[in-house]
């Protein structure tokens, strides 16, 4: 529900560098004047982190199109189309927009506890609810559990998983004969994994298995052993994911102290 939410303000956050750049004039338009300040903060919403990391070229054309964005807010200015109402809902948006990014910027005061040191003790949490098992296996997903042990009698009598999987399954796995490629069981809904686990290498399972998708027959290709990802491949992973947990967390909070009422 605020996953947009979330992504703005973890663009504001993680793209923002601090705002108080020198106030040095660096262009007039019509006598209005263009700040330093002025340009970092159009670079920033341009998606640069602030113009003193582009090189010359990229700044003299950031800085060519703030002049024409003045030049064309002096022409709104002039013809009074702030006073209009659609302007003025845009206007208003844009300003809340502002100030939400920046109560997530007072969040990330607490990115300082986002040192190596505590990464890595989440890293190890992590690691620890990985399993050390990959497995490489095919599966036929139908409707019903009927049409389920159908399969399992054609497999029965030596009817090509493939072959069938090609011909009978729903799944997105279909055109490729039903492989799911190599997975950890986490990667997989606890009823698949849990069945998968318990089969030998070449063989099928003989009772279907229900999952939200639908009724599963699966066939266990191979497995290997395979280490976890070192930490230095995940580490930003896990600093982003703790932050988006505590915008998350920061919102669940304060809707439960705010008053709200949806109109029907």
Not at 11 to 23: E, G, I, K, R
Not at 116 to 128: G, H, P, R, S, V
Request: some cysteine; charged content about 30%.
């Amino acid at each position: 529900m605020h996953s947009k939410l979330i992504i703005l303000a973890l663009c504001s956050l993680f793209c923002a560098t601090p705002l108080l750049a020198a106030d040095k004039v660096i262009a007039t338009v019509d006598g209005n004047k263009i700040t330093q300040a002025m340009l970092d903060v159009y670079a920033l919403q341009r998606g640069a982190p602030s113009s003193s990391d582009v090189d010359q070229e990229q700044r003299d054309k950031l800085l060519q199109e703030l002049i024409n964005r003045e030049i064309l807010y002096q022409k709104a200015m002039a013809g009074k189309m702030e006073k209009n109402a659609q302007v003025q809902l845009e206007l208003d948006s844009a300003r809340r927009n502002i100030l939400a990014s920046q109560v997530i910027r007072n969040l990330a005061e607490g990115d300082k506890e986002l040192t190596d040191e505590f990464l890595t003790a989440e890293y190890n949490k992590y690691i620890a609810t990985l399993s050390n098992t990959e497995f490489k296996a095919r599966h036929i997903l139908v409707d019903s559990e009927e049409g389920a042990k159908s399969i399992v009698a054609e497999l029965d009598k030596g009817t090509d998983f493939i072959k069938l999987a090609e011909e009978k399954s729903d799944g997105p796995s279909k055109s490729a004969g039903g492989d799911l490629g190599w997975f950890r069981s986490e990667q997989m809904v606890k009823p698949f994994s849990d069945a998968v686990a318990k089969l030998e290498k070449g063989k099928y399972t003989k009772t279907p298995i229900k999952t939200e998708f639908g009724w599963h027959v699966i066939l266990l290709e191979d497995t290997r052993t395979i280490s976890p990802p070192p930490f230095s491949a995940i580490k930003d992973q896990l600093a982003q994911k703790i932050r988006t947990e505590r915008i998350t967390n920061f919102l669940a909070d304060v809707r439960k102290t705010a008053k709200i009422d949806i109109a029907k």
